[in-house]
């Protein structure tokens, strides 16, 4: 059996071939018969064939929705078995007549007709008895003929010479790009369905082949709705007018909420974005309670918080959690309603500018949306550039062109992995571990823990509490963090696994999951709430996970490549941001927005779009808020430096949680921050000060030491939003907030802040100086730091004043933390 290259990219179809006999060709396909072609399910089946030398392509659908099996040619008729029980598709003949290629023979057998009939029915018949019987079984009649004896009809096919062959077939397998999906992959893997989610929401569709759009979405998550919605709202286009174009059945895009969990059916997990928080992302929150009129509650358990709570989920009427995806869900249904059109598994491959301004849509299927006046496109880096390759836009210059492509990789995505562990007895809570955070490093054999205790959705009852403690959240640019999982992804281009104890596999993973948090618990915590006999106590009697919910969002994830984005060049951000306005085609997206990472920013893009180009203006009260773009590196300091690790963790924040002084920042268990908190103020060269969030590349700086000036090369900024330890240094323009580890010129020597503030040092003098300042966990947004004189090693003392304080101004390239190592870290390596 031959397979061709193209089919080496199909994932969910398994073939195996059975033959009798050792026949050494493949007989010689029939003249002139049809294709024959069959639906096939759209679950992982294994594909098979019995005395069959098939050669087996993989495209994409080119009508319609349904997986389908075509067979091109063929030397014998197809017989093609389809078993639901067993999952698997056979393919074989109806007889075994066929032509021997090396044979110039042809006799005819006395039982021939003299008339031709071509047939290609299609008989079904049930079976019954055993489960291995074929419980759907499709026989296809492709062309068979029967001649008479003598029949001049000789010249349409050869007779069967006495050497024996091998049936042949070219088969194609006609599948959407993306068709697998967690949900009903997860019914064909696993054998309990109590731990499969319930279907995605769907929507009525429409099926024109040629739709007539005034407005085109493509892409059904949150930016493209919003715009969609806004524009209808505003009178600005009939919502009849509105087509939405989406590769996958599912509406959302990295918004993905898994539904049906627990014994009520009610728990949820979010396997993509998962909460709004009104500080940073007051366009979101607004969207969600002011204009559409959800309802959302605390993100933390509100019950153990000491302040007003800060971050949010949605909700349903009593409070339990729905899953963030009811934004995009909730948006949808009101562009239907307002009798938008609606066509899922439809892929955008390429669009053609028309001379009069409007744009011709391509998609896989064969679909063509012909002169739509404004385009949407609501997709992330990867699959924009794949439309872009193949489109046909007439730039004015190569220029232009060039300018697009560079604007298009200015940005970057990163690999993010979520574990959630289902537990029929929530142990945690049995510990006082309701809200906070945990970690311990990890790497290709031993699972690494990042979690929090809050972020899982439980629920409780008479008999106790159960549901998912969230054991894993982490990303990074190479996927390192990820490297345990990845081998538990079971479909590359689908993002979710259900991993479960039905299996030896399965249950040996749990296994570990949950020894690693037993040994977190029992033996790693810091400064724990509870005591060693009391965790002890609880898990003797704690079962082990029963099943998991693995999100890898990877390059390899369908519609997305990776889990969200990051700039690399700060100079192509106004580019990259309207790259094709000017044609009409309006890209919406968080990828290339000015909050990466949240889908506010594929928000405040759209409100961008909508006032500039539609002349509909933000529905807010508030000022649309003003982010500082940040580049992010794809090497292992990313504003940090590798301190080796160790097996500390960040412990349990507010709330009672397993708290520690190990560890911190907001990336992995060994990233460390060197870093201060946003309303740090720097002094220019000029005396003033300005907050470090507010400072530019290229201003000019007093970095403390006389007669020198220094320029800002770079500016720093570190997303964290959590719990961290960082120390609190008391000075004459308050208090300055940084990482312990930060090198400060302190007593004319340079040393960390930790340092700075335990032990105290004589001057030249003779006179005793202490830093006056203390550590503490405090919740953290974003750090910053400058790069100072980074184009001129050594030309100046690398520095800047921060609060009054000399701080190290080494950024984090390399080059210059080598030259002048002033972290331990650093002088380590050195």
């Given amino acids: 059996m031959k397979f061709s290259s ?5 994932p969910t179809l398994v073939l195996t071939m059975f033959q009798n006999g050792n026949a050494s060709q493949s007989c010689s396909f029939m003249s002139g018969a049809p294709v024959v072609e069959q639906d096939i399910p759209a679950f992982k089946h294994n594909l098979k064939f019995l005395n069959v030398d098939a050669t087996v392509y993989r495209h994409v659908l080119s ?6 099996i075509k067979v091109l040619r063929y ?13 698997e598709i056979l393919v074989s003949t109806v007889d075994s007549d066929c032509i021997d290629p090396s044979s110039t023979t042809r006799n005819y057998a006395s039982n021939k007709l003299n008339t031709i009939t071509t047939a290609a029915a299609m008989a079904l018949t049930f079976g019954h008895g055993s489960s291995s019987a074929l419980s759907a079984c499709a026989v296809l009649l492709g062309t068979t003929f029967f001649f008479n004896k003598g029949s001049s009809s000789s010249n ?20 959407p790009p993306y068709y697998l999906g967690s949900v009903t992959e997860c019914l064909a893997e696993v054998e309990n369905p109590d731990h499969c989610p319930t279907e995605f929401p769907t929507f009525p569709t429409c099926t024109d082949h040629n739709p007539s759009c005034q407005l085109a979405v493509v892409g059904a998550g949150t930016g493209g709705l919003y715009t969609a919605l806004r524009l209808v709202d505003e009178n600005k286009v009939d919502g009849k007018d509105v087509c939405i174009f989406e590769a996958t059945e599912r509406v959302g895009g990295r918004l993905y909420s898994l539904r049906g969990f627990g014994p009520s059916n009610k728990i949820t997990v979010d396997a993509g974005g998962y909460r709004t928080w009104p500080e940073y992302t007051p366009t979101t929150h607004a969207l969600i309670e002011d204009y559409l009129g959800m309802k959302t509650g605390c993100y933390e358990d509100e019950s153990f918080l000491e302040e007003p709570c800060r971050r949010f989920n949605i909700v349903d009427d009593d409070g339990s959690k729905i899953g963030f995806a009811s934004l995009p869900e909730e948006m949808m249904s009101r562009l239907i309603n307002a009798g938008a059109c609606f066509f899922s598994r439809h892929e955008l491959t390429s669009l053609e500018h028309n001379d009069d301004g409007s744009n011709t849509l391509f998609f896989a299927n064969g679909v063509v949306a012909l002169d739509v006046p404004q385009v949407i496109l609501n997709v992330p880096q990867r699959p924009l550039l794949k439309i872009i390759r193949k489109s046909n836009i007439p730039f004015d210059n190569t220029n232009e062109e060039r300018e697009l492509y560079n604007a298009a990789h200015s940005v970057q995505t990163e690999i993010v992995t979520k574990l959630y562990l289902y537990y029929d007895d929530a142990w945690w809570h049995k510990l006082g571990l309701f809200n906070g955070d945990f970690e311990i490093p990890g790497d290709a054999q031993n699972m690494l823990l990042q979690g929090r205790y809050h972020d899982g959705h439980t629920e409780c009852d008479g008999n106790g509490c159960h549901g998912f403690l969230l054991a894993v959240y982490t990303h990074d640019f190479g996927g390192n963090k990820a490297q345990f999982f990845r081998r538990y992804q079971r479909d590359r281009p689908e993002p979710v696994t259900i991993i479960s104890n039905t299996d030896t596999e399965g249950a040996s993973f749990l296994k570990h999951a949950h020894d690693r948090l037993k040994q977190y618990h029992l033996y790693d915590v810091v400064n724990a709430s509870y005591t060693g006999f009391q965790a002890q106590q609880v898990f003797n009697t704690a079962d082990e996970p029963s099943f998991a919910v693995l999100a890898t969002w990877n390059i390899g994830t369908f519609g997305a490549g990776g889990g969200w984005h990051h700039w690399t060049d700060l100079d192509q951000v106004e580019k990259a941001t309207k790259p094709l306005n000017d044609y009409n085609i309006h890209v919406v997206n968080e990828a290339f927005s000015k909050l990466q990472g949240w889908a506010e920013g594929t928000l405040l893009l759209a409100d961008e779009v909508l006032e500039d180009y539609f ?8 000022d649309a808020p003003d982010f500082v773009q940040r580049v992010a590196q794809t090497s292992s300091q990313e504003c940090t430096e590798e301190t080796g690790g160790g097996s500390g963790g960040t412990g349990g924040g507010s709330g009672g949680g397993g708290g520690g002084s190990g560890g911190g920042g907001g990336g992995g268990g060994d990233d460390d921050i060197l870093c201060f908190t946003h309303d740090a103020m720097v002094e220019m060269i000029d005396g003033s000060f300005k907050k470090i969030s507010d400072v530019k590349k290229g201003d000019m700086v007093h970095t403390g030491f006389p007669g020198e000036r220094g320029l800002v090369t770079d500016v720093l900024v570190h997303e964290v939003f959590k719990e961290v330890e960082v120390g609190i240094l008391s000075t004459p323009f ?12 302190f007593n004319d020597q340079w040393m960390e802040i930790i340092d700075a503030m335990k032990h105290g040092f004589e001057n030249k003098g003779g006179k005793s100086m202490k830093l006056e300042g203390r550590v503490a966990t405090k919740e953290v947004d974003m750090f910053y730091n400058l790069e100072v004189d980074g184009n001129a ?3 100046s003392s690398h520095s800047y004043v921060v609060n009054g304080i000399i701080a190290s101004g080494l950024g984090d390239g390399a080059h210059l933390n080598s030259m002048f190592a002033r972290q331990r870290a650093w002088k380590s390596v050195n």
Avoid at 166 to 174: F, G, S, Y
Avoid at 734 to 745: A, E, K, M, Q, S
């Fill in 75 to 87: 030397s014998s008729s197809p017989l093609i078995s389809i078993d639901t029980n067993s999952k």
């Fill in 793 to 795: 090693p050594g030309s």
């Fill in 6 to 10: 193209l089919f080496s990219v199909l």
């Fill in 734 to 745: 308050g208090d300055l907030v940084g990482t312990l580890d930060h090198p400060i010129y």
């Fill in 63 to 68: 009508s319609g929705n349904q997986p389908k």
């Fill in 156 to 175: 349409l096919f050869a007779e069967a010479a006495e050497t024996s062959c091998t049936p042949a077939m070219e088969i194609v397998i006609e599948a």
């Fill in 615 to 622: 002349s509909v203006t933000r529905p807010w009260d508030f």
